[in-house]
C-alpha cells in the first residue's frame, strides 16, 4: 500500500496522485504540486489515504507545499490574466483570418506557459499565430486542438437531464459509447433525443449499461411465445425493463385472445441470445450519422508549441 494524496486540476477531469509527505492535506484544500507542464495550482479531491500499489504510477512525485495566501492571490491573478489572453488570441486569429474556434486560455502557476484551446473542422496553420502570440506575452505558448468532447468538459454546461453535464463535474475519461447501449436501453435513434450538449452519443448512456443487459437477459424477446404460471400460451407484445413486467397475449380459449400483463418471473419462455429488434429506415440513418461523428476526430489533441 502506498500512501497518496488525489489532486484535480481545473482542465483536467483526471485524479493524480501525489505523495503527501509529512503534510496533513484534507479533501478540499489547495495544493502546489510539480507536473510535466511545470509547477501548477491543484484541489484536493481526496484527502491522504493508503491505495494500492498497481493503481500508482512511479515514480510518485510529492506535494511541494499546502497552497498558501499569497498562492490563492497569484492563482486568482493569473484567471484574470487569461480574460485578457483570451481576447488577444481571438483577435490575433481574427487577423489572420483562420478557420478555428478558440474556446479556452490557461496560464500555468508560475506563468511559464499559456495554453490555448480551440477546436477546428480540420488541420490549421497555425505557426504565425504562435509567433503573434509569443511576441505578445513573452512566454511559452502552447495551442491545442481539441475534440467537441474536450469543448463541452472544458466549458460546462447543463444537460437534458436538467444537471451539469458529466464530462464537466466529474468524468476523468471519455469511455466508448455506441447505438448499441442506446437500442438495449429502448431508447429512440433519433440523435436530438440521445445526443448531449457536444453533438456525440451521451455519455450517461454507458452509466446503465450493465443494468440494462442484465435485467434484458431475465426477459424474453417482444414476439417470443412463452407459457404463463397460470397455464395460459401467448405471444409478447411489449416489454418494461425497468418494472421487469411483460405484457403478453395471450389463447384464453374458443379462439378468443386478451392482452395481460405479468411479471418476468411468472412466464416460462426458452432462453437464448438476444436478437436486435429491428429499426426503421429512419433510425438505421440516425444511427450511421451518429456512428460516422463518433469516428470523426478520434478525440485526439494536436499540439503547437512556441
Do not use: W
Not at 500512501?3 to 489547495?30: C, H
Not at 407459457?227 to 379462439?255: A, I, M, P, W, Y
Amino acid at each position: 500500500m502506498t500512501k497518496v494524496v488525489g489532486v484535480r486540476f481545473r482542465q483536467a477531469g483526471k485524479v493524480y496522485y501525489f505523495d503527501p509527505l509529512e503534510y496533513n492535506i484534507e479533501q478540499g484544500s489547495n495544493v502546489i504540486v510539480e507536473t510535466a507542464r511545470g509547477i501548477e495550482f491543484g484541489h484536493v479531491v481526496m484527502g491522504v489515504r493508503e491505495v494500492e500499489d498497481e493503481k500508482v504510477v512511479q515514480p510518485l512525485k510529492p506535494i511541494i507545499r499546502p497552497a498558501t495566501e499569497d498562492d490563492e492571490k497569484q492563482e486568482k491573478a493569473n484567471r484574470e490574466k487569461e480574460k485578457n489572453a483570451f481576447k488577444i488570441c481571438l483577435e490575433k486569429i481574427a487577423n489572420r483570418g483562420l478557420e478555428m474556434k478558440l474556446i479556452g486560455c490557461e496560464y500555468t502557476f508560475d506563468s511559464n506557459k499559456v495554453l490555448f484551446y480551440f477546436t477546428a473542422d480540420g488541420r490549421v496553420d497555425f505557426r504565425e499565430l504562435v509567433k503573434d502570440l509569443a511576441a505578445v506575452f513573452r512566454t511559452r505558448i502552447e495551442l491545442r486542438q481539441v475534440g467537441v468532447r474536450d469543448e463541452a468538459k472544458i466549458l460546462g454546461g447543463i444537460g437534458v437531464c436538467g444537471r451539469p453535464l458529466c464530462c464537466h463535474s466529474y468524468l476523468s475519461d471519455f469511455v466508448p459509447v455506441s447505438i448499441k447501449m442506446a437500442k438495449e436501453q429502448n431508447l429512440s435513434l433519433n440523435p436530438t433525443k440521445i445526443s448531449g450538449v457536444c453533438g456525440r452519443l451521451m455519455c450517461c448512456l454507458k452509466n446503465e449499461e450493465a443494468a440494462y443487459e442484465e435485467l434484458n437477459s431475465k426477459l424474453p424477446n417482444i414476439g417470443d411465445y412463452v407459457t404463463t404460471n397460470d397455464g395460459l400460451k401467448g405471444q409478447v407484445q411489449s416489454l418494461s425493463v425497468l418494472k421487469q413486467k411483460v405484457r403478453v397475449l395471450v389463447e384464453t380459449g374458443d379462439d378468443e385472445r386478451e392482452l395481460k400483463e405479468y411479471d418476468a418471473d411468472q412466464l416460462k419462455f426458452k432462453a437464448r441470445k438476444r436478437k436486435d429488434s429491428g429499426t426503421s429506415k429512419e433510425e438505421e440513418a440516425a444511427a450511421k450519422e451518429l456512428e460516422r461523428l463518433e469516428k470523426r476526430e478520434g478525440g485526439k489533441s494536436k499540439l503547437g508549441e512556441e
